[in-house]
């Protein structure tokens, strides 16, 4: 069923566990997420990255809505990283359940004006805004931030920024980054921790993807609720159209579609239990 982003991160919030936002591409990688969802009765959301949009635009937002619509387990849809105000227009009036209006590159004021304006926009459709305060590095889709770009998120900042903006959600920067770490990660949580202790809203963690289970677990105990996830199940979805390629001297398409979705699912469903979201749904 097509659920409230809002109402997955709160009940999130208030059992210590956490969602999962899983990019989407395609019909298959949908798919993948869908059926991990409904095996481990989870909810999940399936997020739409904006270089994603700009390939599938309104086409793939219809995909994920109508696929959210008909799952058996609750099912939010996600615009990630959005710093286009007509995207995210476009986004909600498309039915997609919450946005990330994204101002981080912006200045504490600018990211305050944009963000606020776009909370106001999304709230009158009745959907969430999530944004981000702080700037993570590494790279995400062609999207790249240099390491000495990268801000990390100031808990007293952060309260003045939630109540400036009205926002249901906060991406902070604890030392996590986009993509591949290229060295071990290291994360600040007594950061973290601070900040969860100063405001009452769902955080999200972006850079997931290599880190360990144990900062994962730390991480949700601290209070985020929600972890966005894309480079590992975009490398199930290569590598096994890859091996598919490699090993069969006749390829089908629609075998390989099996192929992918089976490998893909497989990170998901690994992902959520991690999370702890199995059977909240």
Same mark, same amino acid.
């Given at each position: 069923?097509?659920?409230?982003?809002?109402q997955?991160l709160r009940?999130?919030?208030?059992?210590?566990?956490a969602?999962?936002?899983?990019n989407?591409y395609?019909?298959?990688?949908?798919?993948?997420?869908?059926?991990?969802?409904e095996?481990?009765k989870?909810?999940?959301?399936?997020?739409i990255h904006?270089? *994603?949009l700009?390939?599938?635009?309104?086409?793939?937002?219809? $995909?994920? /809505?109508?696929?959210?619509?008909?799952? =058996? &387990?609750?099912v939010?849809?996600?615009?990630d990283?959005s710093?286009a105000?007509?995207?995210?227009?476009?986004?909600?009036?498309a039915?997609?359940s919450?946005?990330?209006?994204d101002g981080?590159?912006?200045?504490?004021?600018e990211?305050?004006?944009?963000t606020?304006?776009?909370?106001k926009?999304?709230?009158?459709?009745g959907?969430?805004?999530?944004?981000?305060?702080?700037?993570?590095?590494g790279?995400?889709?062609?999207?790249?931030? *240099?390491?000495?770009?990268?801000l990390?998120?100031?808990?007293? $900042?952060? /309260?003045?920024?939630?109540q400036?903006? =009205? &926002?249901?959600?906060l991406?902070?920067?604890?030392?996590?980054?986009h993509?591949?770490?290229?060295s071990e990660?290291?994360?600040?949580?007594?950061?973290?921790?601070?900040?969860g202790?100063?405001?009452?809203?769902?955080l999200?963690?972006?850079?997931?993807?290599?880190?360990?289970?144990?900062?994962?677990t730390?991480?949700?105990?601290?209070?985020?609720?929600?972890?966005n996830?894309?480079?590992e199940?975009?490398g199930?979805?290569m590598? *096994?159209?890859?091996?598919?390629?490699?090993?069969?001297?006749?390829?089908?398409?629609?075998?390989m579609?099996?192929?992918?979705?089976?490998?893909?699912?497989a990170?998901?469903?690994?992902?959520?239990?991690?999370?702890g979201?199995?059977?909240?749904?």
């Open positions: 069923m097509l659920a409230s982003t809002s997955l009940d999130a919030q208030k059992e210590k566990y969602i999962g936002a899983f989407v395609d019909l298959q990688g949908v798919q993948a997420v869908i059926r991990a969802a095996a481990l989870s909810p999940v959301m399936l997020q904006p270089k *994603a700009e390939m599938g635009g309104t086409p793939l937002v219809a $995909l994920c /809505v109508e696929a959210a619509r008909s799952a =058996g &387990v609750a939010s849809v996600h615009l990283h710093s105000e007509q995207d995210i227009r476009s986004a909600l009036e039915g997609m919450s946005v990330m209006a981080s590159h912006l200045s504490y004021a990211n305050i004006s944009f606020k304006r776009m909370a926009l999304a709230h009158t459709k959907c969430a805004v999530e944004a981000e305060l702080g700037r993570l590095s790279t995400e889709d062609g999207l790249t931030v *240099a390491e000495y770009e990268a990390l998120t100031d808990p007293d $900042l952060a /309260v003045d920024f939630i400036q903006t =009205g &926002v249901d959600a991406a902070v920067c604890i030392g996590n980054v993509g591949k770490y290229a990660p290291k994360l600040d949580f007594g950061r973290l921790e601070e900040i202790k100063r405001i009452n809203l769902p999200v963690l972006h850079g997931t993807s290599g880190l360990p289970d144990e900062m994962i730390r991480s949700i105990e601290l209070g985020v609720c929600k972890f996830v894309n480079t199940v975009r199930a979805y590598t *096994a159209a890859k091996k598919y390629l490699d090993d069969t001297k006749k390829p089908e398409l629609t075998d579609m099996t192929t992918v979705i089976s490998a893909m699912q990170q998901v469903e690994s992902k959520i239990k991690l999370f979201s199995s059977g909240k749904a």
